[in-house]
């Protein structure tokens, strides 16, 4: 008999072909990412010393040790039993992080989750939780989600009981009859033949996006219903006329996400509306600087007044021009000392090197802005400065948005990743040593760690320093294309 374990059962509900991928079809398992794990781990020990002084079941979830050293466990006089392991005599089988002991013959279920709020399949892994230590014998009085704490801002030594926020899902949890009619479903999918994949946008970005899209989308066009329409509607559209845009009826069209998207797909031509674009240049007001920020989101806050996944900046690449077809100056900082915060020296080089007036230009001005808006509530001292350069942020993302400019290969989207080669091809991300942002997050939170040798160090910084500036290098080429269209 085949067993059923907790991420087997959140995997059934959310996909029959997933859940029979996994057991049946190892070679088409999903890339582990590493950096979720550790931090995962991380977590999880920071949240065993809030519940310390518990008894560690050492076996793994799926050996028959882990049960006999829980069983002995749970005779003993003890408050917390980490790793706790159970099964059903029907082969449902589940580890959970802490199992918390009442003293009145009950126990609690506290699940640790590197979120910063309950997510639903926590709630479906919970049930399972519940539901196999229950069949078990074990009486289960309540069951909470361990998150880390979003308001939580450091000062001085990690507190460990601030850090995380205990949420009771008691009441918000699948009841046994579910749980036990679902394990049944899925035990026969597992027994039975592999099934007819069935794709949907909503399903396969659902709770996470699987892991087995490389093969089960495979077939999908680069550029398909599934990004010219949002989710519900892209998933009927595809039932009714498959994934080529060519067998959508116009009738249909205009229920795409991007009026005219699809049309210049089909006639391969671009969008141009100069109204959008004159409206953005009209707005821009010299000298130019063009701003872009890398940064770092530890789980756990590293720095004093910062707070669990806080976007922390370590570098800026700042290019200015004066005036219209002036020569471009570029300024950048990046941290070097991986031992201290990187944000006063990035704010101090910040504002002494923006003056007072002209536009700063960015690409998707959310992030840039919310960064400055974070900066100016931790370090209060520069507030006014950057509160000031928020005033004069204007977003170079708006006008592709708003398809003042777009071209059919961009595939839908108005990302910097897409405009860029769409607009200045010559300029591409493909032969630098880090692509995009979150290669530069990952390698410099390596740096932080101190995970990486000299040399290694040494190329990073370059490659940083490359990458960063390609980034506002981009947005000067594409604002200089709309300048040239608008001279037409
Ligand atoms: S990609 Fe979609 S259809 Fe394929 S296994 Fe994942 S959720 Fe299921």
Redesign the pocket.
């Known amino acids: 008999m085949l067993k059923i374990s907790k991420s087997d059962y959140v995997l059934g509900i959310?996909?029959?072909?997933?859940l029979w991928?996994k057991k049946h079809r190892k070679d088409l398992s999903p890339v582990i990412d590493q950096a979720v794990l550790d931090t995962g781990n991380m977590v999880g020990e920071l949240a065993r010393s809030r519940f310390h002084g518990g008894i560690n079941i050492t076996a793994k979830p799926w050996e028959a040790e882990a049960i006999t050293q829980t069983k002995s466990a749970m005779t003993e006089n003890v408050h917390y039993i980490y790793e706790a392991t159970l099964e059903t005599d029907t082969g449902a089988y589940c580890a959970v992080d802490i199992l918390r002991n009442n003293n009145d013959g009950s126990w609690d279920i506290i699940e640790v989750k590197s979120t910063t709020s309950p997510r639903d399949y926590h709630l479906i892994d919970a049930s399972f939780q519940r539901y196999v230590f229950t069949q078990c014998g074990v009486n289960i009085r309540n069951c909470y989600i361990l998150t880390l704490n979003p308001e939580y801002s450091r000062h001085g030594a990690l507190d460990i009981y601030e850090l995380f926020t205990l949420h009771d899902i008691t009441d918000n949890l699948q009841d046994a009859d579910t749980v036990q009619s679902e394990v049944a479903r899925i035990r026969t999918i597992l027994d039975g033949p592999e099934l007819g994949?069935?794709?949907?946008k909503v399903?396969?970005n659902?709770f996470y996006e699987?892991?087995?899209?490389r093969?089960?989308?495979r077939n999908i066009p680069e550029y398909s219903v599934f990004d010219a329409f949002r989710g519900a509607t892209a998933d009927e559209i595809y039932a009714e006329y498959g994934a080529d845009l060519r067998n959508i009826p116009a009738e249909v069209r205009n229920k795409q996400m991007h009026q005219g998207d699809i049309e210049a797909f089909l006639d391969n031509v671009d969008v141009i509306n100069k109204d959008i674009l004159r409206n953005f240049t009209n707005n821009l007001r010299w000298p130019l600087y063009y701003l872009d920020y890398e940064s770092i989101m530890p789980a756990v806050p590293m720095f004093d007044n910062s707070r669990p996944y806080q976007q922390i900046c370590f570098q800026f690449s700042l290019h200015v021009q004066r005036t219209p077809g002036g020569e471009l100056e570029h300024y950048e900082y990046l941290h070097h000392d991986p031992k201290t915060d990187p944000r006063p020296g990035l704010i101090k080089n910040l504002i002494t090197t923006i003056d007072n007036t002209g536009s700063v230009i960015v690409y998707n001005q959310g992030f840039e802005q919310g960064r400055n808006s974070e900066m100016a509530r931790d370090f209060p001292e520069y507030a006014g400065q950057l509160n000031a350069i928020n005033d004069r942020m204007v977003d170079l993302l708006m006008p592709f948005k708003k398809r003042g400019l777009y071209r059919p290969c961009q595939n839908g989207s108005a990302s910097i990743k897409q405009t860029l080669p769409a607009f200045v091809p010559e300029m591409s991300y493909a032969d630098m040593g880090i692509h995009n942002g979150t290669e530069a997050s990952a390698q410099f939170v390596d740096f932080m760690a101190g995970k990486q040798t000299p040399d290694e160090t040494k190329q990073m910084m370059t490659n940083l320093h490359e990458y960063c500036g390609q980034d506002t290098m981009a947005m000067v080429r594409l604002l200089e294309v709309i300048f040239n269209i608008l001279s037409k």
């Not at 959310?14 to 997933?18: F, Q, R, T």
């Not at 994949?197 to 949907?200: G, L, R």
């Not at 699987?210 to 899209?213: A, M, V």
């Open positions: 959310k996909c029959p072909n997933a991928f994949i069935a794709i949907s399903k396969c659902r699987c892991g087995y899209k093969h089960c989308w």
